[in-house]
T-cell receptor, first 116, second 110 residues
């Protein structure tokens, strides 16, 4: 099956620092990956669509200069939270879309970010 | 962006009971996916339904896609404590992103 990994699984940082989260598709190539944010007991909120070799497409209200996305290869996308603040603390999840006819998305295990 | 209404939001039942979760939209989706998520983990894909009227079964779980591809349901028979989790439906916009429902938190008590 399609496996997506994320690293790190948990990160604690001080306010003002930057944090990079990696998302990898392990057994397939993904031209498109997605980054979501999830608050406790809520659904997933799409932040941006990451396209290999081109700029990411951000959802309305998501600051592209704060949440930097790089999709440098067909198996890796990174999300960098710049100058993190406590309100950025959240569960960040990536997904990768397969090339199947259904365009199914498979999700990573998520990264818990805590900004002190 | 299309909207997908999911209900109920919370469900607490006893082991052995049956339950149904609904997802409804006024828009048509090319396909619809159901996920289950446990705390601190990413969503796990349960099933993808594509054809209007399609019914898929996964052990005690039955998934149905509406004839018009605007709605879907998940029915669990004889629920077990291991079914506890957050269930998410997600509709695939044509050629683009997933639209998620608000989620249903299911708790099955033994």
């Amino acid at each position: 099956g399609a496996v997506v990994s994320q690293h790190p699984s948990r990160v604690i940082c001080k306010s003002g620092t930057s944090v990079k989260i990696e998302c990898r598709s392990l057994d397939f190539q993904a031209t498109t990956m997605f980054w979501y944010r999830q608050f406790p007991k809520q659904s997933l909120m799409l932040m941006a669509t990451s396209n290999e070799g081109s700029k990411a497409t951000y959802e309305q209200g998501v600051e592209k200069d704060k949440f930097l996305i790089n999709h440098a290869s067909l198996t890796l996308s990174t999300l960098t939270v710049t100058s993190a603040h406590p309100e950025d603390s959240s569960f960040y999840i990536c997904s990768a879309r397969t090339a199947s006819s259904y365009n199914e998305q498979f999700f990573g295990p998520g990264t818990r970010l805590t900004v002190l | 962006t299309q909207l997908l209404e999911q209900s109920p939001q919370f469900l607490s039942i006893q082991e052995g009971e049956n339950l149904t979760v609904y997802c409804n939209s006024s828009s048509v989706f090319s396909s619809l996916q159901w996920y289950r998520q446990e705390p601190g983990e990413g969503p796990v894909l349960l099933v993808t339904v594509v054809t209007g009227g399609e019914v898929k079964k996964l052990k005690r779980l039955t998934f149905q896609f509406g004839d018009a591809r605007k709605d879907s349901s998940l029915h669990i028979t004889a629920a077990q404590p291991g079914d506890t989790g957050l269930y998410l439906c997600a509709g695939q916009e044509y050629g683009n992103k997933l639209v998620f429902g608000a989620g249903t938190i299911l708790r099955v008590k033994s």
